[in-house]
């Protein structure tokens, strides 16, 4: 428990101390970086004028407080406060990434249950194969495909945005908008996280199904389905668990992919806008809160993994 | 050896990936032989559809696409194989000296391991691309440094058993240094294991050249697949999906079904676990 607990401490230090450091290890400020050798000359006191307004002299102690008072600063290029753009990006980020999980893991789960029960069947056969071929391609491939396909050639669904821009619907018409935007990139996540859910649950099912446990309750006479998700399946779920707090890391290119490539208004665009401006306050600040959250809930499925599973503690 | 190799690509996931692979490596090395003209020249006609010395026409700054293509597979390519190669020399190291030594370097090396896991690998990246676009070898050695930590877990676990093994035990007993066996036995004894992780260790690193390269983070300049892709979609309402579009996402797809068919073979091959499945 502890172990653990420091590491993930250790963690977000390193982070914040990083978020710090790193833009201060490099020669010159903002200000002589945007004007330097443009065509724009600036004089001694409108350079300190600009100094003034965009500084960040300010130490580590006094950065940290900053930021537990929740002032993380102004962005440079949008010139609105952080946490503020933050806010509004972040119920979009969660909106897909939520769903997107949800789906996926549920769905990867009672498919790969469902097949591992089948085993050495055509149709087992059949979706490894598949699922081992689509796992591992990345978000950006699937999606462009997507895209062209749908989006672009036949025109079913809209290619950016997550609402019609100017259209005021209210309802069930807005809700029918919300989700024919939602529907590409969704699929886009879903095709990239389903596979490897799928691969997992069915390996650690297949181990379950030989235990002698499962026979006894055949034997008892339980109905299959009893046997299958009661017994069976829940002693399958745990690998799932741990999977799902660490594939997290590894998700947010795709998620900053996806939402680039649709044009959706989450954190992921607004972080790779505010990289492309070197809107560094922006930028620093949703890294920050983005991986710290990342962080929180990698704790948060590793206490709930002890929870499920007492043998955990042993290893401690 | 023969004999080694033949049975080594018995396998038909094996044979197609090897022979797909081998086949985009030799795109990628000829590269500069097969351009028909310079990537970097600008002076043909700005987004001009597919003709007999432009095969697959020219881009919005009057670049070659062919030329471009083959440049980027061969950027991509190379990225993907310095950052995986790195990456799984860096977590086969660990996690041989964690398992073999044990006590505080176990447990410092596997701590590390768990914050690394636990901080989402992009976004140093991303810092870092905010003040300054960094060179690609350089983001290619801190991937790798980022994404050591499941190598050498594996690695770690399947050397802690084979550390206790009579013949393992018995070099010890001869005297053998620790560099010794760890070099003579531990190390080929776990090739099997490393040879399916540097197949997906190259296509995470391809695939994050790509995505990076898609999301800007590289110099523009610079050729990629994932650049040409980014610059292709700026043009989506004109007619130039399957000339521009279509073939880096083409290449990018054929290099990634290679390296998985090649780390599914390699896995159904020398996991015995996965064959009796």
């Not at chain 1, 893991?105 to 490894?128: M, Q």
């Not at chain 2, 597919?50 to 440049?71: F, I, K, Q, R």
């Not at chain 2, 810092?127 to 960094?134: I, K, R, S």
Request: aromatic content about 8%.
């Amino acid at each position: 428990m502890w172990p653990t607990l420091t590491a993930y401490a250790l963690a977000a230090g390193l982070l914040l101390v990083l978020s710090h450091a790193l833009p201060r290890l490099l020669p010159g400020d903002f200000v002589s970086a945007h004007w330097q050798g443009g065509e724009v000359v600036l004089d001694a006191d409108r350079a300190a004028a600009l100094r003034e307004r965009f500084g960040t002299a300010e130490i580590l102690g006094g950065y940290l407080s900053a930021l537990a008072r929740g002032d993380w600063g102004r962005s440079l290029a949008l010139d609105r406060p952080v946490l503020g753009l933050i806010g509004a990006a972040l119920p979009w980020t969660l909106l897909l990434m939520g769903s997107a999980h949800l789906l996926s893991t549920i769905g990867g789960f009672l498919a790969g249950v469902e097949v591992a029960w089948r085993r050495g069947s055509s149709l087992e056969k059949g979706s490894v194969a598949a699922m081992s071929l689509l796992n591992g391609v990345p978000e950006l491939v699937s999606g462009l495909l997507l895209l062209l396909l749908f989006a672009l050639r036949l025109e079913w669904l809209p290619a950016s945005g997550a609402q019609t821009a100017y259209a005021e619907f209210s309802g069930t018409a807005w809700l029918a908008d919300l989700l024919r935007h939602l529907a590409l990139p969704l699929l886009t996540l879903v095709l990239a996280y389903l596979p490897g859910n799928f691969l997992l649950a069915r390996a650690s099912m297949l181990l379950v199904i030989s235990a002698p446990y499962l026979e006894t309750a055949r034997a008892k006479g339980l109905p299959p389905w009893r046997v299958r998700y009661r017994h069976g399946a829940r002693n399958a779920l745990l690998p799932l668990v741990t999977r799902f707090g660490l594939r997290f890391s590894l998700m947010v290119t795709g998620a900053l992919v996806v939402e680039t490539l649709f044009a959706y208004p989450g954190l992921g665009r607004l972080l790779v806008e505010a990289v492309a401006q070197r809107d560094l306050p922006l930028a620093r600040g949703i890294i920050l809160f983005s991986s710290l959250s990342v962080l929180a809930l990698n704790l948060g499925v590793d206490l709930l993994y002890r929870c499920l599973d007492p043998r955990v503690n042993h290893g401690c | 050896m023969g004999v080694e190799l033949r049975r080594l690509f018995d396998n038909a996931w094996l044979r197609i990936g090897g022979a797909l692979l081998t086949l985009l490596l030799a795109t990628a090395l000829l590269g500069p032989w097969l351009s028909p003209h310079d990537p970097q020249a600008m002076t043909f006609v700005p987004l001009s559809p597919p003709d007999g010395s432009h095969w697959l026409g020219v881009n919005d700054a009057g670049m070659d696409l062919l030329a471009e293509l083959l440049y980027g597979l061969r950027n991509t390519l190379s990225f993907g194989l310095v950052g995986g190669f790195s990456a799984l020399a860096l977590g086969v190291a660990v996690g041989l000296i964690a398992a073999w030594f044990g006590g505080a370097v176990d447990a410092v090396c596997m701590r590390l391991a768990d914050v690394l896991l636990a901080i989402p690998l992009v976004m140093p990246l991303l810092l870092l691309a905010v003040l300054a676009p960094p060179s690609p070898l350089l983001l290619a050695l801190l991937l790798a440094l980022l994404s050591w930590p499941s190598t050498a877990r594996g690695i770690r676990a399947q050397a802690l058993s084979l550390r206790n093994r009579p013949h393992v035990a018995a070099a010890r007993q001869m005297g053998g240094s620790a560099s010794y066996i760890l070099g003579k036995h531990l190390l080929p004894e776990l090739a099997p294991l490393f040879l399916a992780g540097f197949a997906g260790k190259v296509r995470m690193a391809l695939a994050m050249e790509a995505s990076l390269a898609f999301l800007g983070l590289f110099e523009p300049g610079r050729k990629s697949l994932g650049q040409t892709l980014r610059d292709a979609i700026q043009y989506y309402y004109l007619d130039i999906w399957w000339h521009w579009l279509l073939p880096p996402l083409l290449c990018l797809s054929l290099l990634i079904l290679s390296l998985t068919l090649l780390a599914v073979g390699c896995e159904a091959r020398f996991d015995p676990r996965l064959k009796e499945g």
